[in-house]
């Protein structure tokens, strides 16, 4: 086939319009990519159950934490008193009955050491009636892995309460997973404790997991959508992420439940799913978001809650009119005076005293998650005032509206109807944000969607993934005809970019056997990430992201019909054409490049291609890892050099990007 490639200029490419969505659902943060190894470190855990309209949570303050060894003579309560911290009130005081006993913590599905490596422990403890030291390990089967130990008088600080702030270092002798982290005491005696936390010595800024950190960066994303999702409504309202909470210490941080602790909850579970104990320490808060930000070169996009629970889960809302709508508005105003206002500001003072003093230059703002009109939610008033309030102070702010759950519904044409009627305002609407999760053969079907739309609203298509398969730890969703599915339908994105300025694959991370939601960009456990295939899909856009569309005549459509999916565009810095194009077909195709005369002196390229990483040997197995765990279906990438005028041979089932 003959794929033609015109000079002509089309349309402009948003250099930021591929980035990433990051929502705390499949253990993202706490568990995933905020490094924290020590589960429910505050003793603030509580279970969550119920069902949609029906949620409640109660406490369960010793979740995660036990005696060790498992007879030890000693005695643990979560009680409440006089708090490190009021925001988490409780705290667990500690009757050690024997020297040589104590209690242990086994993390997200066990503690994993790497040899080699230092540990920082931090924890804060009143001694009532103690005088002996404490002895951290690292214990698998009573070998240990790590130890350090401390008197209970060499601590680092007191507080007005009498806690006090040990700092431990651990240093692993070998490596190990499925380990527990303990505290030992050497002489009987009662202790409170609480925060009682473990880093690796490795996590980037300190807060970080790296490997998590490092494969985010690998994206070079334009943008981080954070913290949701449904995260930012809450299943009840009072369940909504607060960011005001995490603008604090850590041992200050309010614990929250997560939404998706009840996630598939149903009448055989008794409304109690698995993921019931699933909460937010907040450790990854607003100021680690856009520190996260800052470090992968993305620009923060969070996104404000307007006064609703979930509109999927609940019908709780403040009234417009309330003062509390008000001080979501407020809440709204003061977000980017801590992002950008300058020290001397109340909110800047705080950034500053964080440990940030120069602005974060915040210029994108989420108005709702996965909002829709009814007639009981009154979306599009809310999001009028938020929008008239932020930009009366703010007016450089670019706001992002909701087109609701899906691109097919009446919701749909209703939210776009509202923000065409409003499109002649100055800057009403940077773009209003699109979501679909759909079968691959819907993108394959659909890769014209955006060629008709008006050009005066642009488009932020915040939440896509092909979904050959769905459902709870099932990395196996993640195939590659999903990912070349999504290629394909990013061509249809990259051509009409003067409408579609962003974009997002949704959602970004899950921990293996941890997972409410598949398929997801990464997975990961507690030691390896295994990146799926829709992964370097999203690497080989966002690394090869040209300024300008180039002029196919309309040959894309043609080619579609044979299964080829391509989009050009040109790299002005680089004097690069970019080809990206997908072969859907069962076997290889060949294609021969008619090229306009100005890129004649283009004589050679090179090309990355994105293969499935099945041998025939390995075809209709399932894929797992060391460990005997479901992985992603394997992809592989390899390299490539040619003439541009010779035929090009495109593998079976692949997607090529090609520089020349």
């Not at 030691?527 to 992201?545: D, I, K």
Request: with cysteine; net charge negative.
């Amino acid at each position: 086939m003959e794929l033609k490639i015109n000079a002509a200029r089309r349309a402009k490419i948003q250099p930021d319009m591929i980035g990433l969505f990051f929502e705390d659902i499949n253990y993202a943060a706490d568990g995933g990519l905020y490094a924290e190894m020590i589960e429910n470190r505050s003793f603030e855990f509580v279970r969550a159950g119920g069902d949609a309209k029906d949620y409640y949570f109660e406490y369960d303050g010793l979740y995660s934490w036990n005696p060790y060894p498992a007879n030890a003579a000693i005695t643990l309560r979560a009680v409440q008193g006089s708090p490190l911290s009021e925001n988490n009130p409780h705290y667990l005081r500690t009757t050690v009955h024997r020297a040589e006993t104590g209690f242990c913590n086994s993390g997200y599905g066990g503690i994993a050491l790497k040899e080699g490596m230092d540990y920082h422990v931090t924890f804060f403890a009143r001694c009532v009636s103690y005088q002996g030291c404490f002895r951290a390990e690292v214990i698998k089967d009573g070998k240990s892995y790590a130890m350090a130990e401390i008197s209970c008088e060499d601590h680092s600080e007191e507080t007005f309460n009498y806690f006090r702030r040990y700092h431990m270092t651990l240093h692993a002798n070998q490596s190990v997973t499925g380990a527990v982290f303990a505290l030992i005491f050497t002489e009987p005696g009662t202790i409170e404790f609480d925060f009682i936390s473990m880093f690796p010595s490795d996590a980037v800024a300190g807060i970080f997991r790296k490997d998590l950190f490092d494969t985010l960066k690998a994206l070079k994303p334009g943008f981080l959508r954070f913290p949701g999702g449904c995260i930012v409504e809450g299943n009840t309202f009072s369940n909504r992420y607060r960011y005001k909470d995490s603008l604090t210490e850590p041992w200050n941080r309010k614990n929250n439940w997560n939404r998706w602790a009840v996630h598939e909850n149903c009448i055989e579970n008794d409304f109690c799913g698995q993921y019931s104990h699933y909460n937010q320490t907040l450790g990854l808060g607003y100021y680690e978001y856009f520190l996260l930000c800052e470090l992968i070169g993305a620009k923060p996009l969070p996104v404000m809650n307007v006064g609703f629970a979930c509109q999927y889960q609940s019908t709780e809302q403040v009234t417009i009119n309330s003062e509390e709508f008000f001080r979501l508005i407020q809440d709204a105003l003061d977000l980017i005076e801590f992002a950008n206002g300058s020290t001397d500001t109340k909110w800047g003072a705080i950034r500053e005293k964080m440990g940030h003093p120069e602005p974060f230059n915040l210029t994108l703002l989420g108005i709702g998650n996965e909002q829709w009109q009814t007639e009981r939610a009154d979306f599009f008033e809310r999001y009028t005032a938020f929008e008239q309030a932020i930009h009366e102070r703010y007016p450089f702010i670019r706001l992002i509206g909701s087109a609701g759950p899906d691109i097919t519904s009446d919701r749909y044409t209703a939210a776009w109807d509202f923000y065409h009627k409003n499109a002649d305002k100055s800057n009403f609407v940077y773009a209003v944000d699109e979501h679909y999760y759909v079968r691959p053969q819907w993108l394959y079907e659909h890769v014209d969607f955006y060629d008709n739309y008006p050009r005066n609203v642009k488009v932020f298509s915040g939440e896509y993934a092909a979904h050959p398969l769905s459902g709870m730890n099932r990395p196996d969703a993640n195939t590659v005809e999903g990912a070349l599915s999504e290629a394909a339908f990013l061509t249809n994105l990259e051509r009409n970019a003067d409408v579609v300025v962003m974009a997002s694959y949704a959602p970004l991370l899950a921990r293996l056997d941890y997972a409410q939601w598949s398929p997801d960009m990464i997975w990961f456990d507690e030691t390896e990430v295994y990146p799926s295939a829709s992964y370097y899909v999203q690497q080989l856009y966002s690394c090869n992201m040209g300024d300008i569309t180039l002029d196919t005549g309309g040959g894309e459509k043609e080619a579609a019909k044979e299964g080829l999916y391509y989009s050009v565009s040109y790299c002005e810095k680089e004097g690069e054409v970019i080809l990206k194009i997908v072969n859907a077909n069962g076997e290889a195709k060949p294609v021969k490049l008619q090229i306009d005369e100005e890129f004649c002196s283009h004589s050679r390229y090179r090309a990355k291609t994105l293969t499935a990483g099945n041998t025939a040997a390995d075809a209709g197995k399932s894929i797992k890892s060391e460990k005997d765990r479901l992985l992603p279906e394997k992809a592989v990438l390899s390299d490539s050099e040619g003439t541009v005028m010779e035929e090009i041979i495109l593998p079976a089932k692949s997607f090529t990007v090609l520089r020349f």
